[in-house]
Every structure is written in C-alpha cells, then in structure tokens.
C-alpha cells in the first residue's frame, strides 16, 4: 500500500476495472450480463448480500456497455460473480498500479467497497489514457532551485504495456458513452 496516504472507497468509478477485465477474458461491450437482482449466500452473520441499484429499478439480460454506462450495481456484482472472480480482479488492479494486499474477497468489491489511495486511482485511470501502457504518477514533474538547477527530475521512461489496445479501446468506448449518455 503506498505508505500513510489516506485511503477512500473509490465506489462507481471502481466499476471500469471490472468491466476491463471481462474485455481481457474475451467479453465485448455488446457481450449481454446480468444486471438481474442478486442475492449470495454470505456467511453468518449476514445471510446474504443483495446490493440495489442507485435508481431503484430492476434490470434483466443487458449488454455490458449499457451496463457501464448506467452503473447498474447489480451487473457489475454478478459479472464479478458469474464471469470473473477476485482473482482475475486483482490481477486487473494490480497491473493497474492498485495495491490489493489489503483488500477482502468480498462481493461489494466491485462497486469499489475498498479503500484507495487517490494517487493510485489517479495512475489506474491514467492507464486508460495511456493506451494500455503502465502509469506511475508523480505530484511533481521535477524539483528545481530558484536560480533553474534541476535537484530532481521525475523519470520519463518507456512504461510496459499492462493492457492490450484492443481491449483498452474498447473500454474508453464504453467509458465515452458514460459522460455521452450515463450517470
């Protein structure tokens, strides 16, 4: 975990991860899920796990495009629990830059349940961005003395490719209809 920063629970901007790794498992934005009401058998104390959507309403059958774009709680949970697993989860996230150790095999992970530092967020999403290609971010560019001599400088080496472009491409689709036409 990168040491002392504050962590906070990414929620709904967690669901791209999720979404991404179905993309690596050969699923396509068109590929159909089930967004239906779910209900896992957890063990005492709780009986079940049964997350809602935020608007309230009950979806079937729909595509993981629409899924995304909607936020619909209960797809991104059963894609978790039906195609996925936390294995091929944390795997996404960590390729990302996002330190899992600490997180619990426990089904709200999808909705971003877990606590991340923002930086690390920040370098995931810049992943994105990126084309697929690894992201480390920095709070500074570089550290200089007043007169210009240049004490640090942050590193501007290739980064390795931790994404193919397919399915990064597809994903920054998906993730344009959400500001286009989302939540």
């Not at 009401?37 to 079937?60: C, E, F, H, L």
């Not at 560019?141 to 210009?148: K, L, V």
């Amino acid at each position: 975990r990168t040491s002392g920063l504050h962590t906070r629970p990414p929620a709904s901007s967690f669901k791209p991860f999720v979404y991404l790794a179905a993309l690596e498992k050969g699923m396509q934005p068109e590929s159909l899920i089930d967004a239906s009401p779910v209900a896992i058998a957890m063990p005492a104390p709780q009986k079940t796990y049964a997350p809602s959507n935020y608007d309230g309403k009950r979806y079937g059958m729909i595509s993981m495009r629409d899924g995304l774009v909607k936020s619909i709680n209960t797809a991104a949970v059963n894609l978790l629990h039906d195609e996925i697993g936390f294995d091929r989860l944390f795997d996404v996230l960590r390729r990302a830059g996002v330190d899992v150790s600490e997180f619990k095999r426990q089904w709200g992970v999808a909705l971003g349940s877990n606590g991340v530092p923002l930086i690390e967020m920040v370098g995931a999403y810049g992943v994105f961005a990126n084309g697929g290609n690894a992201v480390v971010p920095h709070a500074f560019s570089a550290i200089t003395t007043a007169d210009g001599k240049t004490l640090w400088q942050c590193s501007s080496r290739r980064m390795e490719r931790v994404f193919s472009r397919d399915d990064i491409r597809a994903l920054n689709g998906m993730l344009e209809d959400v500001v286009r036409e989302g939540t």
